[in-house]
């Protein structure tokens, strides 16, 4: 007879880090950039596609490897999900990727936090591995060792202190009076080495969400105090979430309470998730150079151990 855990596991089709389902030019596409200029964005994507190296963002019936996403947040224990890659020529079988017999710690340097797989609804993918003695505290570096199929994987992150929203609010799109995006005003700390990732979830979603283009850090916009947007991003896990038919998607309606979730990030873990957006950018672009997602695991594996510095702020209806 199936157990509980099998029966949510089979619910989600989806591996971790799911490609993008939609075109970019069908998407609203509204990010940080837009408070700094079109100009700006090209550069930025410009430099991120080129300077790069060649690598094949698919396993084509290739070597499975180990594929980790964790992370660990100010006031929180840390969450690691560990499953193994899927060539993209295959059907997803959810519980061959699933890697559930493996060792996850997790130390500050002085404590070791030994997690446990469980289940959370409120993530990417539901069962994963999770901390409960080292809480994240900014500042503070932490290292993970993970050890799976035979194997040992480690990687370094720290938390960097978080810095909030100086505000947040809600703005209508024209020619639309009622649906919008998610504004934001920021007074970047002069410093080169910040870097950034907005997440946002609207009453009633299951989890917060990263829209694409949601890593930035401070090369272009060190010291400056500015506007910027985000749209509504789309859980690839939720069927209904990319229905063509919908005009609301990417967009926040008017009667929205948006929570938002603002964290800055250490290098190597804005470094991962830069290549990885500009690597889901090219995607499928046969006149783009092939981008390189730089992982800060070592040891052969693929994904991210990455630090968060978290501010919270919430966007009520608009009357």
Request: charged share 20%.
């Amino acid at each position: 007879m199936p157990t509980e855990r099998n029966k949510i596991v089979n619910t989600y089709k989806f591996p971790l880090l799911p490609k993008l389902r939609d075109k970019l030019w069908r998407e609203p596409a509204p990010n940080f950039f837009r408070g700094l200029g079109r100009g700006m964005f090209f550069l930025l994507i410009t430099f991120l596609i080129n300077c790069t190296e060649d690598v094949n963002l698919g396993v084509v019936g290739g070597e499975k490897k180990i594929v980790i996403e964790g992370s660990i947040e100010n006031g929180k224990p840390a969450k690691v999900i560990v499953t193994r890659s899927s060539p993209v020529s295959q059907a997803i079988d959810v519980n061959s990727i699933l890697v559930t017999d493996a060792k996850v710690y997790v130390s500050d340097g002085i404590i070791i936090d030994t997690l446990t797989l469980g289940i959370d609804s409120f993530a990417s993918l539901p069962v994963l591995y999770n901390g409960s003695v080292v809480i994240g505290v900014p500042h503070q570096t932490y290292y993970l060792t993970v050890v799976a199929d035979g194997k040992t994987y480690t990687a370094i992150t720290t938390i960097p202190e978080p810095i909030a929203l100086d505000s947040v609010w809600w703005k209508p799109q024209p020619p639309s009076d009622t649906l919008g995006w998610a504004w934001a005003h920021i007074s970047e700390p002069p410093g080169y080495g910040n870097a950034y990732k907005w997440f946002a979830k609207r009453s009633g979603d299951r989890r917060y969400l990263a829209p694409f283009g949601s890593s930035f850090d401070d090369k272009f916009i060190d010291g400056k105090s500015f506007d910027f947007a985000y749209n509504r991003g789309s859980d690839p896990n939720d069927p209904t979430a990319n229905d063509p038919e919908d005009i609301t998607r990417g967009f926040y309606k008017h009667s929205d309470t948006i929570y938002i979730k603002f964290c800055t990030m250490d290098h190597n873990t804005a470094l991962f998730y830069t290549t990885y957006e500009a690597a889901m950018q090219t995607n499928g672009n046969p006149f783009a150079s092939p981008v390189s997602i730089i992982s800060n695991i070592n040891g052969g594996a693929l994904g991210v151990w990455g630090g968060f510095g978290c501010t919270y702020d919430t966007i009520m209806p608009a009357h």
